[in-house]
């Protein structure tokens, strides 16, 4: 059976306590622009090219009985079981951006043996954001 379908990947949402606080936040510490954030601040769009990051709170009545509710990691050992990654020309500069505003140090970048450069720091959410230079292929 053919298909139509030409799917194109459109979001990543983001879970977290405060929408208008994390929208704030990874504007500031990331260098990300605002697209929206809607009146109720339950939803907020941050400009990052062809795919939509998107915040919306952890706590929502509406989806939790249809698909369950967020896992929250519980120490700073945990993580969520997805981490957001953000390409940089230079990371050095991008990670101490990021620490400077409000972003937790996990590991400094350093140099990788696929010859890609990565840094990690945590959220105010505690989720980790992995700060990478691009990879050419």
């Given amino acids: 059976m053919a298909s139509n379908l030409n799917p194109k990947y459109a979001y990543t949402v983001v879970y977290v306590s405060d929408v208008a606080k994390s929208v704030a936040f990874y504007a500031k510490a990331f260098g990300y ?6 009146d109720s601040r339950r939803w907020g769009e941050l400009e990052s090219g062809q795919t939509t990051i998107a ?6 009545h509406e989806t939790e009985d249809l698909t369950g509710k967020v896992q929250i990691p519980h120490s700073d050992r945990d993580r969520n079981s997805v981490e957001v990654c953000f390409d940089y020309f ?5 990670y ?3 620490v400077e505003n409000g972003a937790v140090g996990v590991s400094e970048p350093e140099d990788k043996e696929w010859g890609q450069k990565v840094g990690y720091v945590r959220d105010i959410d505690g989720i980790v954001v992995r700060m990478g230079s691009h990879v050419r292929s």
């Fill in 96 to 98: 101490k951006r990021a």
């Fill in 55 to 60: 915040f919306t709170p952890a706590k929502q």
């Fill in 33 to 38: 622009h605002v697209r929206r954030l809607d």
């Fill in 90 to 94: 230079d990371v050095d500069a991008a």
